[in-house]
């Protein structure tokens, strides 16, 4: 039964739950390791929600739909503005402040040209980045979506599991599996979150549209969760708002560590030993 469980983020669909154990338990034990400690063999599993977003039928190809800019919606293009915004602090070198506003297909164009120019976005065609966009903005707006994503989780919690290591769009869909399967039995031992290059605070798009609401701009706290540590790195551009403690409670723990050019990949933030301290402390 699985003690730890990592939950992925987007542009995962064409893998499945094995092939993500493959790539994150080597990096997420290395971080245990890190931190001097280690944990059992058959302890690690990955839920996998990914093919929700996977064309199914005759229309599933090995490459991803070729979006255009004309295929942006308002709240994607919105989502793209707020991750322009924070490339540009990142990257001045490479990004043009300006306005950020994408409401017609040629800003949209003109903004996925500049992050094409940026080291976080490098080598991805515009057409990609949409569909990532998309990802997100499907999992918040379509309600089966957001509710099987969630039971990915809930299927492989068991009353051994007791750390849940979310990266990326994956800790907004644990986040709201915690407050949907929290109370139950088989959650009873879940007692630590640890959060890598998390989504959950950026306004608007994602925070005010958490299921629950949060309530006079601060989030509700998960139920029966002991511990949250939410990790971060300066250059991802992802994880817009670095520090969610002001935003979910004093008890949340931000700490910065640093990924160098791949700032949001999941590798690095597994590696970390701060990732490896929160696991460890978890299991404790």
């Known amino acids: 039964m699985a003690v730890v469980i990592g939950i992925h983020g987007i542009a995962q669909q064409n893998k499945g739950p094995q092939s993500l154990r493959a790539e994150w338990e080597p990096a997420l034990r290395d971080g245990v390791a890190f931190a001097g400690g280690a944990i059992a063999d058959g302890s690690f599993a990955c839920a996998f929600y990914g093919c929700l977003f996977r064309p199914e039928g005759e229309v599933r190809s090995a490459a991803a739909p070729h979006f255009h800019p004309t295929d942006v919606t308002k709240d994607e293009a919105d989502l793209l503005a707020a991750l322009f915004g924070e490339a540009a602090r990142v990257e001045p070198d490479r990004v043009a402040q300006g306005d950020l506003r994408a409401a017609t297909p040629r800003a949209v164009q003109a903004l996925l040209r500049q992050l094409a120019q940026t080291r976080f976005f490098a080598g991805l065609a515009d057409h990609v980045m949409i569909g990532d966009l998309k990802q997100v903005m499907r999992y918040l707006m379509e309600p089966d979506v957001r509710m099987r994503a969630r039971q990915s989780i809930d299927s492989l919690v068991t009353p051994d599991t007791r750390v849940l290591v979310a990266h990326s769009l994956g800790t907004v869909v644990t986040y709201e599996a915690l407050h949907a399967y929290g109370g139950s ?100």
């Open 185 to 284: 039995e088989r959650w009873k031992n879940v007692a630590t979150l640890i959060t890598l290059g998390s989504p959950l605070g950026i306004p608007n798009l994602i925070f005010d549209r958490l299921q629950p609401a949060p309530v006079d701009a601060k989030g509700k706290w998960p139920p029966g969760l002991k511990r949250w540590v939410n990790i971060s790195d300066d250059g991802d551009v992802v994880a817009l708002t670095k520090k969610l403690g002001p935003l979910f409670g004093a008890e949340l723990v931000d700490l910065r560590i640093h990924n160098g050019a791949t700032a949001h990949d999941v590798r690095p933030y597994l590696t970390a030993r701060e990732t490896g301290e929160a696991i460890l402390h978890g299991l404790a």
